[in-house]
């Protein structure tokens, strides 16, 4: 028998991973407020529909992948619990604050629901890919079922806990990463300053104690880590281009001003869409420094964290703590 998802939430996460839940067989009715994301849920085999109401009304599944905590409270208090048969499994798969999961579980317990939280770690090539680790919260006697419901978008899924856990375990984990992606910006700066080659760096430090998932899948230098760029990141980069210099005709190429990888003038001609121009950070003159500076940036994470919501991709968790230490 056929199961029926409902996946709400369509952006850079959510599109990857309701397109691996068609590919698993399964009936995905695909809801978001994006014509766009609705468009390429179609073309990776989902049907679109007009409302969350809709996607969720015959659903033996429900899968959310919303941005911010006040987002998954109104979607679930106000469009999916009462409108979805009780029978349904919920699961939300949003990184959002320990508090919110846990009122969204208490809700759709009190409705007699099965809800899980169950955020996510790998980024937007894992969601492709169907290779996510889930981290989920939930009760004991519900983990087997949540954990088949998860198993086409995924490579690894545990159950941290009760209800709040998974969240709980993510903020851990983002804490982890934006700490590690610290350290290797700043230990691959000063490789550079001390003469070594950056990729060379790469190759020792791979196999060395250094390694980490921050160097062998979000090295800071261009080369040995492809990363494709998103669509949307390709349209700021190109409207960026504009402004920086004249359309030199079309199928020509234009003049801008530029760095090169070792920060000497550059000028000459690059596509249409190119790499940002980043700001390199500045070496700390101590341990010690490094140190408390990361402490400092862990503290933020977490503040941030629940304070502001969540950082839709862990790339952006790392961005937001490099600020502290750009010129």
């Known amino acids: 028998m056929?199961?029926?998802?409902?996946?709400?939430?369509?952006?850079?996460?959510?599109?990857?991973?309701?397109?691996?839940?068609?590919?698993?067989?399964?009936t995905v009715l695909a809801f978001d407020l994006s014509q766009a994301a609705l468009d390429r849920a179609a073309a990776a085999g989902c049907t679109p529909v007009a409302s969350v109401t809709e996607a969720v009304k015959g659903?033996?599944?429900?899968?959310?992948?919303?941005?911010?905590?006040?987002?998954?409270?109104?979607?679930?208090?106000?469009?999916?619990?009462?409108?979805a048969p009780s029978s349904a499994l919920l699961l939300?798969?949003?990184?959002?604050?320990v508090d919110t999961a846990r009122k969204v579980a208490g809700l759709a317990k009190e409705a007699g629901y099965?809800?899980?939280d169950a955020p996510v770690s790998g980024g937007t090539m894992a969601a492709d890919a169907g290779t996510l680790a889930?981290?989920?919260?939930?009760?004991?006697?519900?983990?087997?079922?949540?954990?088949?419901?998860?198993?086409?978008?995924?490579?690894?899924?545990?159950?941290?806990g009760d209800h709040g856990a998974g969240q709980?375990?993510?903020?851990?984990?983002?804490?982890?990463?934006?700490?590690?992606?610290?350290?290797?910006?700043?230990?691959?700066g000063l490789a550079e300053k001390l003469g070594l080659d950056p990729v060379k760096m790469f190759d020792i430090v791979?196999?060395?104690?250094?390694?980490?998932?921050?160097?062998t899948t979000y090295y800071p230098w261009p080369g040995p880590v492809h990363r494709p760029v998103q669509p949307q990141l390709r349209r700021r980069f190109r409207h960026r281009h504009d402004a920086?210099?004249?359309?030199?005709?079309?199928?020509?190429?234009?003049?801008?001003?530029?760095?090169?990888?070792?920060?000497?003038?550059?000028?000459?001609?690059?596509?249409?869409?190119?790499?940002?121009?980043?700001?390199?950070?500045?070496?700390?003159?101590?341990?010690?420094?490094?140190?408390?500076?990361?402490?400092?940036?862990?503290?933020?994470?977490?503040?941030?964290?629940?304070?502001?919501?969540?950082?839709?991709?862990?790339?952006l968790c790392a961005r937001s703590i490099l600020r502290i230490v750009i010129n």
């Open 2 to 26: 056929t199961t029926t998802i409902a996946f709400i939430g369509l952006g850079n996460m959510g599109g990857g991973m309701a397109a691996n839940q068609a590919k698993a067989g399964h």
């Open 59 to 83: 659903a033996d599944i429900v899968i959310t992948m919303l941005p911010a905590g006040p987002h998954v409270l109104k979607v679930y208090s106000e469009q999916i619990i009462g409108a």
């Open 244 to 315: 920086e210099g004249p359309q030199a005709g079309p199928g020509r190429r234009r003049q801008v001003r530029r760095l090169d990888p070792v920060g000497r003038p550059d000028r000459s001609p690059v596509p249409d869409v190119q790499r940002p121009r980043l700001r390199r950070p500045r070496l700390l003159g101590h341990p010690a420094d490094a140190a408390r500076q990361a402490g400092r940036a862990a503290e933020g994470l977490i503040h941030l964290k629940v304070a502001h919501g969540p950082f839709v991709d862990p790339a």
């Open 206 to 215: 791979a196999k060395s104690s250094g390694q980490s998932w921050s160097t």
């Open 92 to 97: 939300d798969c949003s990184t959002i604050d």
């Open 114 to 116: 099965a809800f899980a």
């Open 168 to 188: 709980a375990a993510k903020i851990c984990n983002n804490m982890i990463l934006g700490i590690t992606m610290l350290g290797t910006c700043e230990a691959i």
């Open 134 to 160: 889930f981290m989920v919260g939930c009760d004991e006697s519900e983990f087997a079922r949540i954990e088949a419901a998860l198993e086409p978008m995924s490579r690894a899924t545990f159950r941290a």
